[in-house]
């Protein structure tokens, strides 16, 4: 069964840094796309990033970027130059299958940004 | 564009009560989805309809929960009757296909059950 983990329940890092939100999945599938997602205090969803699986490149959207290693099964969120605003909880999601529309979430990772 | 419309953004109930949470998608998406969201079980899919049609409703919980989308544009979720347990924050997200397009959530409804 498809499955996402994200090891660390809460960061922080001084603004202005980088950071980067561990991921790792698991999944038989051949073909599945990978996901972040933010969710502010407000309690939104906002869509940061989307890595499929046989993207060659590293996805990368402003300072985000998604570090891929397929042979890991990893899709980690690399956060540069860290704002006070990025301080929410962020969630690595998979897409189960190909052509569905289920996404399975991580249980997240909550980043504090010092100023 | 609008985004994903949600109503009611909150809702307080009593246990045996009914509880409807409407969803209008964004216009032109084909795909519809709910999802729950607790502390103890994280972020769920309930259901999720292509083109008005349920597809997969593999996540509702049980009987007492039920989905419909009569057009593209409209989307209810029902819960008769509400037990505390179901209190939670239910998302609806919206897509155009599957394959590589993101899903787009909603603000959220948070339902309390007392």
């Known amino acids: 069964a498809q499955k996402i983990t994200q090891t660390q329940p809460g960061m922080f890092v001084q603004e202005k840094e980088a950071v980067t939100l561990d991921c790792t999945y698991d999944t038989s599938d051949q073909s599945y796309g990978l996901f972040w997602y933010k969710q502010p205090s407000s309690g939104e969803m906002i869509f940061l990033i989307y890595?499929?699986?046989?993207?060659?490149q590293n996805a990368t959207e402003g300072r985000y970027s998604l570090n891929f290693q397929k042979a890991r099964k990893s899709a980690n969120l690399v956060i540069s130059a860290s704002q006070l605003g990025d301080s929410a909880m962020y969630f690595c999601a998979m897409r189960e299958g190909y052509n569905t529309g289920k996404l399975i979430f991580g249980q997240g990772t909550t980043l504090q940004v010092k100023p | 564009d609008a985004g994903v419309i949600q109503s009611p953004r909150h809702e307080v109930t009593e246990m045996g009560q009914e509880v409807t949470l409407r969803c209008k998608p964004i216009s032109g998406h084909d795909y519809l989805f709910w999802y729950r969201q607790t502390m103890m079980r994280g972020l769920e899919l309930l259901i999720y309809f292509n083109n008005n049609v349920p597809i997969d409703d593999s996540g509702m919980p049980e009987d007492r929960f039920s989905a419909k989308m009569p057009n593209a544009s409209f989307s209810t979720l029902k819960i008769q009757p509400s037990e505390p347990r179901d209190s939670a924050v239910y998302f609806c997200a919206s897509s155009f296909e599957t394959t590589r397009e993101t899903q787009y959530f909603g603000p959220g409804t948070r339902l309390l059950v007392l």
């Open positions: 890595q499929g699986s046989y993207d060659e």
